[in-house]
Every structure is written in C-alpha cells, then in structure tokens.
C-alpha cells in the first residue's frame, strides 16, 4: 500500500514539475479602440454648416431670445456674455454686457473668449462677417417665425450639449399649445390688429410669430395680408376695423396707455378702441421675443379674446 501511494505522489509530483515547465499561453492585449469623435456639426438656422472640435464650453448671445433659450435648456452657467437688453433670468444682470442687439462691441466679445457666439437674424449679417474674420465660430440661431421657435431651442440644446432638456422644454411648449388650443377651437375667431410701433404705424404680418400667436389663440390678423414687421397705413386699419386691438405697452418712445389710443386721432376711429377692446400685454418681451416664453403670450391672448384660463 505504501508502495502504491508513493507511486502516485511521485507521479502527481511529475504533473506539477510539467506544468511548472510548459511554456505559458499569453491572453493576447485588448485591440485599442479608436477615440470616440468629440467633434460637433451643427446647420444654423441661415443653413449654414459649422462644426466645433468639442461643445462648445463659453458663450456669447447677441439677443435676449437666445439668452432665455439658453437658461431654459440648462446651458446657463455657459453664457460669458450678452447684450444690455437681455434681463431674463435675474441671473443674466450678472452676465458680461457686450453691447446692445445692433451694436455689440467686437473688442468686449474678443475679450470673454468665446467658443462660439450665437447671433440674431438677418439683422446681424454684417456683425456675422466681422465676427468669422476673427475667427470667431458664429451660429445664427433667432427664430423669425412660429414653428423655427421649436427649431431654435433644439439648435441651442445641441450646441450646448443640452438636447435632452432641449426636448423637454419643446414638448412642454408644444402640450400648453395643443391645451390652449383645444379650448379655443370651439369659439367664434376674433379679428385683431397689433400695434408693434406707432409711428409710423407698425405691425405684425404674415411669417411672424406675432401672427401665429394671434392665430393660435383663437384670432384673426387683420394684418396678414402683409408679410413680416411691416409699416401699415391708417387708412387700411380704418378699413380693416377689428373687433380688437392689442398692443406692446412701449409701442412709443414714453410707453403707451389705453388712453392713448382712445384720443388718437386715428385709432379712436376703431369700434375695439370704442367698445373698450384695448388689450396692453403684460409684459412686451414675451410678445417679442422667439423663445420659451411665447407661450404666455398665448395665454394672455386667449384669455384676452375669448376668456380662456
């Protein structure tokens, strides 16, 4: 018996000592991954084509549209720099001021170090050019109707690495839509004329989102026979007559009353000013700028024209 165990050890002995000596299969190494792209291609609302190394990390906005988009699709922390007309959030009064809307200064823009500045429409093109000859990444992101409000957020949220949120806040926008305007769709559309600017005499036609906000809660543009922000004669409102007259309260230089227009020489004339139908928006910039906030501008017009909460 002890014979046959020492056998077997020295056999397992022999195992080992072979095992030990056999030549070791090496694990081949991991084939290296190629680097995930981190480039960035975008098409602005103009169609242009731009692309960026990486998203972009410093922020210039050359309107209060595209300040507010950027706060709404949590790109805030973002921004170094806006015009003296942005002022909304309340945080933007700690922002960088760079210049007004038609005339920021291109030595304050160099001076934040953008990774890409956003500009207006079309109303900025020569401050596009001089921002690409320094090198400057541009991208024209104002909305200049209705629907490229939602095309706007949606450029924003992708250039700022934020394009959940940027859904999110469109969805969101789009469902306080479709509410609004389930609860108007039953109601007789009211004629409406709105006064932009008083003299000369300025208004909100076709392809504006004025318009469509009109339209949206239960109205009917008298104006929409013209296109864009377009002068427009008293003797044509006169004619048109609506049944109601909405207004920014600075349509004026020192701002405008429900008095105003009721001892306007021309306005007075309009059966809206006669039977009291002189709506003042609450507040002019949701009325007048392409972001978020429209919304609220179809609120107060609903509730205006055919009381709607």
Not at 171 to 186: F, G, L, R, S, T
Not at 193 to 216: E, M, Q, R, S
């Amino acid at each position: 018996m002890k014979r046959i165990i020492s056998i077997i050890m020295a056999f397992v002995l022999i195992l080992s000592l072979a095992a030990c000596q056999a030549p070791q299969q090496e694990t081949p190494a991991p084939a290296e991954q190629p680097a995930a792209s981190t480039k960035l291609e975008i098409t602005d609302l103009k169609g242009r084509s731009i692309t960026f190394d990486k998203v972009p990390e410093r922020i210039v906005s050359l309107s209060p549209a595209n300040t507010e988009i950027l706060f709404a699709v949590g790109a805030g922390d973002k921004v170094v720099g806006v015009t003296s007309f942005d002022d909304y959030p309340e945080q933007v009064k700690n922002i960088e001021k760079i210049g007004d809307f038609e005339g920021p200064n291109l030595e304050l823009i160099q001076k934040v170090n953008p990774d890409v500045v956003l500009a207006g429409g079309y109303i900025q093109e020569d401050l596009i050019a001089s921002l690409e000859q320094l090198n400057i990444p541009v991208v024209s992101t104002e909305a200049t109707d209705f629907n490229s409000i939602f095309d706007s957020i949606a450029l924003i949220g992708k250039l700022s690495g934020n394009e959940d949120k940027a859904e999110a806040v469109v969805k969101d926008m789009k469902d306080k839509i479709a509410e609004i305007q389930d609860k108007v769709k039953d109601k007789t559309p009211k004629s409406v004329f709105y006064v932009v600017w008083t003299d000369p005499l300025t208004t909100a036609g076709a392809d504006t989102f004025i318009n469509d906000i009109i339209k949206t809660a239960g109205g009917i543009n008298t104006a929409e026979k013209v296109q864009y922000w377009a002068k427009y004669s008293a003797e044509e409102l006169i004619k048109d007559n609506p049944e109601y007259l909405f207004s920014s309260k600075h349509a004026t230089n020192e701002g405008v009353t429900e008095d105003f227009y009721k001892q306007s020489p021309v306005f007075k004339n309009l059966d809206s000013v006669k039977n009291g139908n002189i709506y003042l928006m609450s507040d002019d910039n949701i009325v007048s700028r392409p972001g978020p906030r429209i919304v609220q501008a179809i609120e107060e017009v609903a509730k205006a024209l055919h009381g709607i909460e």
